[in-house]
């Protein structure tokens, strides 16, 4: 996100500023301490995420190894669940609450969960809002444009939209990789607290990601009501 007009409204980003820088590094040092910790039962992520697809009936979707760290995620569209290198191969409680959560996902998909589905569907608006939002905003000021600098304003809202929509899809797939490793007996009680850990700390981060966006937007409405 671009930061330009560098001007007192500024300071309204600093606090959103601030949580993003501690999210994450929260999240990195929650991964890096759970990930050294292995879990009671001794299975791979990738085993684990089998495991768990095979119990929910879904196995229309594929488990495969991408390089990265932290670069796990679920593609709806290609029905492929991506896991990182270490989470992959690795046996850790930081691993398998990874890979389940990204079953979470999966999960949500098969289920046809009501928030992927606007996700999924409001994505294009919001990447295209997310690409354009800026120049549209910034022809507007330096032309003294107000309808330009509007329609800037509502294209950048759609990126928040779009991360307030992505809350509730993260949180209950944590909810669910939960649930899913303590019902199927793939962590103990000390396994579960860890992979808590690790889940609540990833949250933290689409949580500062929608403060930086609504931080953004009450910046943005002020500028405007400048000009």
Same mark, same amino acid.
């Given at each position: 996100?671009?930061?330009?007009?560098?001007d007192?409204?500024?300071?309204?980003?600093?606090?959103?500023?601030l949580?993003?820088?501690?999210?994450?590094?929260?999240?990195?040092?929650?991964?890096?301490?759970y990930?050294?910790?292995p879990?009671?039962?001794?299975?791979?992520?990738?085993?684990?995420?089998?495991?768990?697809?095979?119990?929910?009936?879904?196995?229309?979707?594929?488990?495969e190894e991408?390089?990265?760290?932290?670069t796990?995620?679920?593609?709806?569209?290609?029905?492929?669940?991506?896991?990182?290198?270490?989470?992959?191969?690795?046996?850790?409680?930081a691993?398998?609450?990874?890979?389940?959560?990204?079953?979470?996902?999966?999960?949500?998909?098969?289920r046809?969960?009501?928030p992927?589905?606007? &996700?999924?569907?409001?994505?294009?608006v919001? &990447?295209?809002?997310?690409?354009?939002?800026?120049?549209?905003?910034?022809?507007?000021?330096?032309?003294?444009?107000?309808?330009?600098?509007?329609?800037?304003?509502?294209?950048?809202?759609?990126?928040?939209?779009?991360q307030?929509?992505?809350?509730?899809?993260?949180?209950?797939a944590?909810?669910?990789?939960?649930?899913?490793?303590?019902?199927?007996?793939?962590?103990?009680?000390?396994?579960?607290?860890?992979?808590?850990?690790?889940l609540?700390?990833?949250?933290?981060?689409?949580?500062?990601?929608?403060?930086?966006?609504?931080s953004?937007?009450?910046?943005?409405?002020?500028?405007?009501?400048?000009?």
């Amino acid at each position: 996100m671009p930061f330009f007009f560098w001007d007192s409204t500024m300071l309204l980003l600093i606090p959103a500023l601030l949580f993003g820088i501690w999210a994450q590094w929260k999240v990195k040092s929650t991964f890096k301490r759970y990930s050294k910790i292995p879990s009671n039962s001794g299975m791979t992520g990738y085993q684990v995420a089998k495991n768990l697809l095979e119990r929910n009936n879904i196995f229309d979707v594929e488990v495969e190894e991408i390089q990265g760290s932290l670069t796990d995620h679920y593609d709806s569209k290609e029905k492929k669940l991506r896991l990182s290198e270490q989470n992959f191969r690795g046996s850790s409680v930081a691993s398998i609450g990874v890979a389940a959560h990204e079953v979470g996902h999966a999960i949500q998909d098969n289920r046809g969960y009501a928030p992927l589905r606007w &996700r999924l569907a409001f994505y294009p608006v919001a &990447r295209l809002g997310s690409g354009l939002w800026f120049w549209l905003f910034l022809a507007g000021m330096i032309l003294t444009i107000p309808a330009l600098i509007d329609v800037g304003i509502i294209f950048f809202a759609t990126t928040l939209v779009f991360q307030i929509v992505t809350l509730p899809v993260e949180f209950n797939a944590s909810s669910r990789a939960l649930a899913q490793l303590s019902s199927g007996g793939f962590i103990t009680k000390d396994d579960s607290d860890g992979a808590k850990a690790v889940l609540n700390a990833a949250a933290m981060t689409y949580l500062a990601a929608a403060a930086m966006a609504l931080s953004q937007l009450v910046r943005l409405l002020i500028l405007r009501g400048r000009n």
